[in-house]
């Protein structure tokens, strides 16, 4: 049940703010009460749902403040990870080619939660090669209290269409072993998507992108 609740969150299908009541998430998902509210303590243990008294669960929303420290976070654990990256094989280049072409079908299909999957699966085949397991798991902490905010940078077809091209520059620069063009383009993926979360903190309204 923590998985299923989780995935909602990280894939946007639940969003920051929004208030999830446990009798209908029961009959949704077709279960008892019992076990969404055990899912909901767990994830408020983990920071991804707020409880209020007298008021129920919603998934949590981050300040601005907050959200900019996860960014400054992310930004020194994951350059420090790349810089210890040892040299790529032609499988593991490959492996990232596949998970980038998932990824544009995914786009293409407007199935945004698992293009969320993809994307970190992407990143994180990148990250784990340098062997950093605690820095690794501190860098997946912080991803997933900023999920649910990618998930809706992904609304954007604009968006969707810099983050495959970004990914593929990425490949490049691993190809080339260039570590210092590697660090630079993903400072600049990061801020594209933090940038863009404005929008949100703003409290402009959110729609998701349907198919024409």
């Known amino acids: ?20 009541r446990q009798e209908s998430m029961a009959e949704r998902l077709g279960v008892s009460r019992i076990p969404v509210r055990e899912g909901l303590r767990q994830l408020t243990a983990d ?5 209020t ?17 996860i960014y400054v976070m992310r930004r020194l654990l994951e350059t420090e990870v790349l810089r210890r990256l040892p040299p790529f094989t032609e499988a593991q280049l490959r492996h990232l080619t596949e ?12 199935d945004l939660a698992a293009m969320m ?5 992407f990143h994180f085949a990148i990250f ?3 062997g950093l397991g605690l820095l690794i798991d501190e860098i997946e902490r912080l991803w997933s209290w900023a999920a649910p905010y990618h998930a809706v940078y992904l609304y954007s077809a604009d968006s969707r269409q810099a983050v495959l ?11 080339d072993n260039d570590t210092e063009r590697l660090i630079a383009i ?27």
């Not at 920071?47 to 409880?51: F, M």
């Not at 008294?53 to 420290?69: H, K, M």
């Open 47 to 51: 920071g991804l749902v707020s409880h």
């Open 99 to 110: 998970l980038n072409d998932e990824m544009a079908a995914e786009s293409d299909r407007l």
């Open 186 to 212: 993903m400072d600049g993926h990061r801020h594209g998507s933090e940038t863009q979360m404005g929008l949100i903190f703003s409290g402009a309204p959110i729609v998701r992108p349907s198919p024409a």
């Open 117 to 121: 999957v993809r994307n970190h699966d």
């Open 128 to 130: 784990r090669p340098a």
């Open 1 to 20: 049940m923590v998985t299923e609740l989780r995935r909602m969150i990280m894939s946007g299908e639940l969003l920051p703010g929004q208030q999830i």
């Open 53 to 69: 008294r007298n008021v129920g669960y919603t998934v949590a929303r981050l300040s601005q403040a907050e959200f900019d420290q």
């Open 165 to 175: 091209a970004e990914h593929q520059a990425m490949i490049d620069a691993l190809r």
